[in-house]
């Protein structure tokens, strides 16, 4: 019984002493900051003063043009083609590409209108008609009988265009042979045509030996000389010249 006494009392003690001594601990550990707090405001001239690039933080991405695209893309090509470090290297290459490129259209540009200069059927570049006669040669072929030949063989010797000055005459000698008779003119005939009909033997001859010219100069497609062209011109003035006598 006493025992049980002396043990009762211990723990007792000891449960009276234990918050006490929490207590002491926390007291001595903990302090309360009593300063005064001054609050602080940024609204005012706040954004004013820390404005600018220098304080520009955002990542300003610049949209790129067809051309820049263009580059990179070539640079990259040149690249991978010719095995090169795709970098300053590989830009130059480009850039030298394009320059090239760039004298290569100039050359070809020059080239041309020095041909046109040059070629006289080229002269439509300065505004003046370009041998507009030989577009109407298909018309004339359908309207023989209402065309001025010696005007049209006059302009085309002008221009120095033979070859076309002998077509018209070809066309003319045809009208006059229509006039008087001796063919039926159709433009789907050939020059074998007209010859089976002619019946006067010597203007047979003569048309057999104008056709070969015309044929040999136009669809031949020589260069006819001036010296030539008077040659040929005779024959067939005087065929056209004994048709209507």
Not at 43 to 57: C, L, P, R, V
Request: hydrophobic share 40%.
């Amino acid at each position: 019984m006493k025992n049980h006494l002396f043990f009762f009392l211990i723990i007792l003690n000891l449960s009276c002493l234990y918050p006490q001594s929490a207590n002491v601990s926390l007291k001595d550990t903990l302090s309360i900051d009593q300063s005064i707090v001054s609050s602080r405001n940024f609204e005012n001239g706040f954004k004013e003063k820390y404005t600018g690039k220098a304080y520009d933080y955002e990542e300003a991405v610049a949209s790129k043009g067809w051309f820049t695209r263009f580059k990179e893309w070539l640079a990259e090509s040149l690249s991978n083609l010719f095995d090169i470090d795709q970098g300053t290297d590989a830009e130059s290459l480009a850039d030298s590409v394009i320059k090239t490129f760039y004298v290569l259209i100039i050359i070809a540009v020059i080239f041309i209108i020095v041909k046109l200069i040059m070629n006289k059927e080229g002269r439509w570049v300065f505004g003046k008609s370009a041998n507009k006669s030989i577009l109407k040669v298909d018309d004339i072929e359908n309207n023989i009988h209402t065309t001025d030949f010696n005007t049209l063989i006059f302009n085309a010797v002008n221009e120095t265009n033979y070859r076309l000055a002998v077509r018209y005459y070809y066309l003319w000698l045809l009208k006059e042979l229509t006039n008087y008779h001796l063919i039926t003119y159709d433009v789907e005939k050939t020059n074998s045509d007209y010859l089976n009909e002619i019946t006067n033997e010597q203007i047979k001859a003569n048309f057999n030996y104008a056709s070969y010219l015309y044929n040999y100069i136009w669809y031949g497609e020589f260069k006819v000389s001036k010296e030539d062209f008077e040659k040929v011109s005779r024959n067939f003035v005087q065929l056209i010249n004994s048709v209507s006598s």
